[in-house]
């Protein structure tokens, strides 16, 4: 269990990182509100489909343990 949670730890710590430095990079670029544009709505893009995958897999549970 430790080990995992260390493992989500570290997926989460490193694209943080990369963001965080792709980010400096962009602020003294013009750039940086369109990426934040695009990040935002990929961000909220990425929810909707997670959200209704996790949907779509909860009802599949139900119909098998109903059957």
Do not use: D, N, W, Y
């Amino acid at each position: 269990e430790l080990g995992r949670g260390r493992l989500g730890f570290l997926f989460v710590l490193i694209p943080a990182a990369v963001a965080h430095t792709v980010l400096l990079c962009l602020c003294h670029t013009g750039l940086f509100s369109v990426i934040v544009l695009v990040a935002t709505s990929g961000t909220v893009v990425s929810l909707l489909v997670a959200g209704s995958m996790f949907r779509g897999r909860g009802r599949a549970l139900a119909k098998s343990k109903q059957g």
